[in-house]
C-alpha cells in the first residue's frame, strides 16, 4: 500500500486529476443513486472558495507593500490585454454566430433570479463591491472589494515597518502553504464534480442544444488556440504555443472541473511561479485577471444573445455587431460583481435589441441547461489567461529594458 501511495504523490497533478475524472465518469454512469460520492466534490470546492479570498488579500498586500516607489511594473499592459482579449473574443462570437446561426426553443425557461436591467445598474453593483466591509468582501468572495481595500491596505504599509511586513509575508506564505494542501486534493474533489453533474443532468439535457454548445465549445478553442497565441507573438515576437498549451494544460484543466475562476487562482499562483515570472506582479494580476478578465463570459453573453436575436428574426447590421462585441466586453468585466455570473448579464446584451426581459430571462434558462459544458470551457479560457496574458506582458518585446 505505501509504494502505490508513493506512486501517486509522484504523478503529476495532471494526471491525477485525469484519473479522477475517469473513476468519477464511471461511478456516475454504474452507480447514479450514490450521492454522497457527489459531497467530495462539494468539500473540494467550498474549501478553496474559502481559502481563496484571504489568499487574494494576503498575497496583494504583501506584493504592494514590498513595491518601491517608481519601480517599473506591467501592470498597465497587462490590464490593457485583458480587456483587448475579452473584447477580441466576443467579437469572434459575433463571428462564430453569423457563420453558424443558432436558434432557440423559447418558452417557460425563466429563472427566478432578478438581472440587472443595464449597464448602469452594473456599474453601480461593481462600485458598491468596491467599499463594501473588508471583513464582509474576504467573507463574502467578493474580489473585486478585496482587491480595493488589499491595494489600500498594501499601499499604507510601505511606509510600516520592516518587522510588520516581515509578519505580512509570513502570513501570506502559511496562507500559501494551507491553499497547497487543498490543491493537492483536487483528484478527489473533481472526481465528485464529475460525479455529480453528470449523475444530476445528465448527458441527456444537452442533446436539445447540440449546436449550440458545439459553437460555443468551438468560439472557446478558436480563442484558446488561435486568438491568444496571434496575440501572443504579436507581444512577444516568438511562438507562443509552449507557453499557450502549458497554461491551458496546468490552469485550464483544474478550472475546467472546479468551474471557478476564483476558486483556480492558487493553481495561476503556483504556474506563474514555475514559469518564473515576477511575483510581485502575478501576485496582482492574477486574482484581478479573475475578476475583469473574462474572454469566455463575453463568448457567452455574445453566442446566446445572438442565438435569440435569429431565434426571433431581428436584423443585425456590422455597427450593431460590434456595438454588442463591445457591450458584451463590459458586461463580462462587471460578470463577477453579479450574483449568478455571466449568464445574467444576457439580458444587458438583449436590450440592444429591443428584447423584452421576459425573453431574455428564458435564454437565461437555456444557459443553465447548457452550463454542464459551457461553464466549464467559459471558466477554462477564463482563468488560463490570466496566467497566460500576464506571462505575454513580462515577456513582451515591446518592453523597455
Not at 135 to 162: C, H, T
Not at 181 to 186: E, G, K, M, R, T
Not at 246 to 263: H, I, N, Q
Amino acid at each position: 500500500m505505501k509504494r502505490y501511495i508513493q506512486a501517486w504523490n509522484k504523478a503529476s497533478l495532471i494526471k491525477r486529476i485525469v484519473i479522477g475524472v475517469v473513476i468519477g465518469l464511471a461511478l456516475a454512469l454504474v452507480v447514479p443513486s450514490w450521492s454522497a460520492i457527489g459531497i467530495l466534490g462539494d468539500v473540494f470546492v467550498g474549501a478553496l472558495r474559502a481559502v481563496a479570498p484571504l489568499l487574494v488579500f494576503t498575497l496583494v498586500t504583501n506584493a504592494l507593500s514590498k513595491q518601491q516607489e517608481g519601480k517599473k511594473s506591467n501592470m498597465k499592459t497587462i490590464v490593457v490585454l485583458y480587456l483587448f482579449g475579452t473584447f477580441a473574443a466576443a467579437l469572434v462570437a459575433v463571428i462564430a454566430s453569423f457563420m453558424f446561426p443558432t436558434t432557440l426553443t423559447l418558452a417557460n425557461a425563466a429563472t427566478d433570479i432578478a438581472p440587472p436591467s443595464g449597464l448602469a445598474e452594473v456599474a453601480r453593483n461593481l462600485l458598491l463591491n468596491i467599499v463594501e466591509n473588508p471583513v464582509s468582501a474576504i467573507s463574502n468572495g467578493n474580489y473585486i472589494g478585496i482587491l480595493a481595500w488589499a491595494s489600500l491596505f498594501g499601499m499604507a504599509m510601505r511606509k510600516a515597518s520592516q518587522q510588520s511586513k516581515d509578519l505580512l509575508e509570513t502570513v501570506a506564505d502559511v496562507t500559501s502553504s494551507v491553499v497547497a494542501w487543498v490543491i493537492n486534493l483536487a483528484p478527489f474533489g473533481i472526481l465528485g464534480l464529475v460525479f455529480k453533474s453528470i449523475s444530476d443532468q445528465g448527458i441527456e439535457a444537452l442533446l436539445g442544444y447540440g449546436q449550440l454548445v458545439l459553437i460555443i465549445v468551438a468560439t472557446n478553442l478558436f480563442v484558446a488556440l488561435v486568438t491568444n497565441p496571434i496575440i501572443g507573438f504579436l507581444m512577444m515576437r516568438k511562438n507562443p504555443y509552449p507557453l499557450v498549451l502549458k497554461t491551458l494544460r496546468t490552469s485550464g484543466v483544474t478550472a475546467f472541473f472546479t468551474r471557478s475562476s476564483a476558486a483556480n487562482i492558487p493553481v495561476n499562483l503556483q504556474l506563474s511561479e514555475e514559469l518564473g515570472l515576477d511575483p510581485d506582479t502575478y501576485n496582482i494580476s492574477i486574482p484581478l485577471g479573475a475578476t475583469i478578465n473574462m474572454g469566455g463570459a463575453a463568448i457567452t453573453i455574445t453566442i446566446l444573445t445572438l442565438a435569440a436575436v435569429h431565434t426571433l428574426g431581428i436584423p443585425v447590421d456590422f455597427g450593431t455587431a460590434l456595438l454588442l462585441s463591445l457591450v458584451a466586453a463590459l458586461s463580462a468585466a462587471g460578470a463577477s460583481g453579479v450574483t449568478g455570473g455571466s449568464l445574467l448579464l444576457i439580458p444587458v446584451a438583449c436590450s440592444l435589441f429591443g428584447i423584452s426581459g421576459d425573453i431574455s430571462a428564458q435564454v437565461i434558462g437555456v444557459g443553465f441547461i447548457i452550463g454542464l459544458i459551457q461553464d466549464p470551457c467559459e471558466t477554462a479560457l477564463n482563468s488560463s489567461t490570466d496566467v497566460l496574458y500576464t506571462a505575454y506582458a513580462e515577456q513582451s518585446a515591446w518592453k523597455k529594458n
